[in-house]
């Protein structure tokens, strides 16, 4: 314990050093609050400026203009099929890696994540030259009259490829971390293995499933370098919203792109709530 007299002299020395310490947190928040305004709130309050620039009828008119609304659609119809996959996918993949111990487990881990590390027109390339109609397996199937390339299903197909990831990367630490103890003990209660995913498993993991589906979902609607590639940027017909947008940038008609880049906004913006919202509800996730 230190004497009333010792405590008298080193108070002002305490003040002072909470003061420097309050101004180093005032410069870093300003800093933070700066680079955040300049890198991401000015440019987004940009788009929405220029997107109903000239009033709310020229918005809407190149919002429902028949290419716009079939790029939409799209790319919707896109994140309605690659979604679910995703979802079985990352659950089977976190399921096999963190239950089973098997030659080749790390090398597996690699491969999920693989797609962080490869550029997605590197991958889209890939694709291409695999199922492409002069690819290994694309000219087999053109022999068929079967194309996988520039339409839905190469866009699906290189979706799945940029998004996998997602959900197995949230759902593995997780399932690393809780261990498997619960799960034993329902089997040896006699219930099946449908009965103990449903009602332990899941329940679980459920919020880092909901999250990876989130952020899977925000990547598929955005993806733009894999989906240039093998698409063929076919107007009205292979452009997907990203596409469109540059298209449109490219066809002179900024209006109409900034109009159709704040659908993509406004995906984003919905996206970094959910976000935020199961981080603060479940801050220890991981």
């Given at each position: 314990m230190l004497s009333p007299s010792t405590r008298s002299k080193l108070h002002p020395q305490i003040q002072?050093?909470?003061?420097?310490?309050?101004?180093?947190?005032?410069?870093?928040?300003?800093?933070?609050?700066?680079?955040?305004?300049?890198?991401?709130?000015?440019?987004?309050?940009?788009?929405?400026?220029?997107?109903?620039?000239?009033?709310?009828a020229i918005y809407w008119q190149n919002i429902v203009e028949p290419d716009t609304i079939h790029a939409i659609m799209l790319t919707v119809i896109?994140?309605?099929?690659?979604?679910?996959?995703?979802?079985?996918?990352?659950?089977?993949?976190?399921?096999?890696?963190?239950?089973?111990?098997?030659?080749?487990?790390?090398?597996?881990i690699t491969i999920i994540e693989l797609p962080f590390s490869i550029s997605p027109i590197v991958a889209g390339l890939c694709y291409l030259l695999v199922y492409?109609?002069?690819?290994?397996?694309g000219s087999y199937l053109d022999s068929w009259d079967i194309q996988l390339m520039f339409n839905l299903t190469g866009?699906?197909?290189?979706?799945?490829?940029?998004?996998?990831?997602?959900v197995a990367r949230e759902l593995i630490p997780l399932m690393e971390m809780s261990g498997q103890e619960q799960e034993e003990a329902a089997l040896t209660l006699g219930a099946n293995g449908?009965?103990?995913?449903?009602?332990?498993?899941?329940?679980?993991?459920?919020?880092?499933l909901l999250y990876g589906a989130i952020l899977a979902n925000a990547r598929v609607i955005g993806e733009f370098g894999a989906v240039s590639v093998v698409s063929g940027n076919i107007r009205g017909e292979t452009m997907t919203l990203p596409l469109q947008v540059q298209l449109l940038y490219d066809d002179y008609n900024p209006t109409g792109a900034f109009a159709a880049a704040?659908?993509?906004?406004?995906?984003?913006?919905?996206?970094?709530?959910?976000?935020?919202?199961?981080?603060a509800r479940h801050p220890h996730r991981h």
């Open positions: 002072a050093f909470h003061r420097k310490q309050s101004l180093k947190h005032a410069i870093l928040i300003a800093i933070a609050i700066t680079f955040a305004s300049l890198v991401m709130g000015l440019p987004l309050l940009a788009i929405f400026f220029r997107a109903f620039e000239e009033g709310i896109t994140a309605i099929i690659v979604l679910p996959v995703n979802i079985v996918f990352g659950v089977c993949a976190a399921w096999a890696v963190t239950r089973f111990k098997f030659p080749g487990r790390r090398a597996l492409g109609a002069t690819g290994l397996v866009i699906v197909l290189v979706s799945l490829f940029v998004t996998c990831p997602f449908w009965q103990t995913f449903w009602y332990v498993t899941l329940p679980n993991i459920k919020w880092a704040t659908a993509l906004t406004v995906i984003a913006i919905i996206t970094l709530f959910l976000r935020s919202a199961i981080e």
